[in-house]
């Protein structure tokens, strides 16, 4: 005998408009795109997939685990704290409430850094190119930077690739580590306050740290405010405290002709390059993400 799983009589498409006319009572920014999200979530149906097989049933715990998705959503949760994924560079990524959730402009930064790899610029330790990505939260960065880089880098994506990824807090490392293993991407995290425990020297170092204004994170959008972890936004009194301290202490760990490559917050360009041109930098150029603003700044060292 077969055993199937009760179902409801409740069809996908019922289940959906039902969802998403909560969700805009709710005052839910975009209720329609959220309750196919957490539709799918739940029952692993794609929107392609439903309009393939529209009058599909719901099982019962199916129904259950949406009417808790969409009570949360409801309640002003953000989506990726209740599916505890978010896509970064077309990758899958496990967060939670223990690390940033990713963010579309910080795509800029590893496209940046993919371009610089890829064109065979950034130096290599004995034919190894070494990458070191500093406050690395869920690990978003580091690993879709190892990853795209082994699908499409030179050589055929075949050159030897090392990469580390520091953060101050053990529980962002245990989803870095997570997203590692479920993306089987060989990466190794330490714990430590920026360089404190790592060792040797790379050829390229990124970092997206803390950079907002300590009296300005009370003034983010709940979303933010209330769920992305304070110590990942903090950039102490002019939100400059990480990229001071990264410039100053990356000499010994960035080699010859290395690169130092940032994301900042959109009115920080000026100050970012200024410190790197002071400590050393050279190159220094600004890119701005898909809303026009400025959001990455980087520099060689020589
Ligand atoms: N971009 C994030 C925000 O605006 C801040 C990230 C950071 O501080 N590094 O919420």
């Not at 959220?34 to 929107?47: C, F, H, I």
Request: hydrophobic content about 35%.
């Amino acid at each position: 005998e077969k055993c199937e799983e009760r179902k409801t009589g409740k069809k996908l498409g019922d289940a959906y408009s039902e969802g998403r006319e909560r969700l805009k009572a709710a005052g839910v920014p975009e209720p329609d795109l959220d309750a196919w999200y957490l539709l799918e979530s739940v029952t692993g149906v794609s929107r392609a997939l439903y309009y393939a097989r529209p009058g599909q049933e719901m099982t019962e715990s199916q129904s259950a685990a949406y009417e808790s998705c969409i009570r949360k959503r409801c309640a002003r949760i953000p989506l990726q704290h209740i599916t505890g994924v978010q896509e970064f560079m077309g990758l899958e990524f496990r967060v939670s409430g223990d690390v940033l959730i990713p963010r579309q402009d910080t795509e800029v930064l590893v496209e940046e850094a993919l371009k610089a790899a890829g064109s065979g610029a950034v130096p290599t330790e004995n034919g190894t190119l070494r990458v070191l990505d500093l406050c690395t939260g869920s690990g978003c960065i580091l690993l879709s930077f190892l990853y795209w880089l082994k699908k499409n880098g030179r050589s055929g994506g075949k050159m030897p690739v090392g990469g580390i990824g520091s953060d101050l807090s053990e529980r962002a490392l245990g989803v870095a580590k997570e997203n590692a293993g479920k993306l089987k991407i060989p990466a190794e995290f330490v714990q430590g306050d920026l360089f404190e425990n790592v060792r040797g020297s790379f050829g390229l170092i990124l970092s997206n740290p803390p950079y907002i204004r300590t009296a300005e994170l009370d003034s983010l959008q709940d979303e933010v405010r209330l769920y992305d972890p304070r110590e990942a936004l903090d950039g102490k009194e002019d939100g400059l405290y990480f990229y001071r301290r990264i410039v100053r202490e990356c000499r010994p760990h960035l080699a010859d002709g290395g690169y130092l490559m940032f994301e900042i917050g959109c009115d920080q360009a000026e100050d970012v390059a200024d410190l790197m041109r002071k400590g050393g930098f050279l190159d220094i150029e600004v890119k701005k993400d898909l809303a026009g603003l400025d959001r990455v700044v980087f520099g060689r060292y020589s």
